[in-house]
């Protein structure tokens, strides 16, 4: 199950390089401003996460069962999150998605949240 979230970590980082890009380039002059840095945040907390997902599943001081349950959460995260902020940016109607992003934020808050857990009874042991 290692190797899974690792090679989940490496594509949601070169979706994040690819999508970025995208957005540097081949959106700047099709959204506006305000869009445009929605967009980036999505991108950037894209980028941001799968480098904790990969530093989860590379480090071998948490046991296999925490690495999968706190990289499902940073991916539903991600998903949630980043992927209603990209579905808007490309013209879904935020009223008809309103509560995903939020959700997302409360899933990568989760995730968080469950990292230092398990990193305090790591301390004490």
């Given at each position: ?53 990969l ?22 995260g ?16 935020p ?31």
């Amino acid at each position: 199950m290692k190797n899974h979230y690792l090679f989940t970590g490496v594509c949601l980082g070169f979706l994040a390089v690819l999508l970025g890009a995208f957005g540097a380039h081949a959106l700047k002059e099709v959204l506006s401003p305000e869009r445009l840095q929605s967009f980036e945040t999505a991108v950037r907390y894209q980028m941001y996460h799968a480098i904790v997902i990969l530093f989860v599943n590379g480090s071998s001081i948490f046991n296999p069962k925490s690495r999968v349950v706190i990289s499902r959460l940073f991916l539903l995260g991600i998903l949630f999150f980043s992927g209603s902020i990209y579905a808007i940016t490309a013209g879904i109607d935020p009223k008809l998605i309103w509560f995903i992003t939020p959700m997302g934020g409360l899933l990568l808050l989760s995730a968080w949240g469950t990292l230092g857990w398990k990193v305090l009874k790591l301390k004490k042991s």
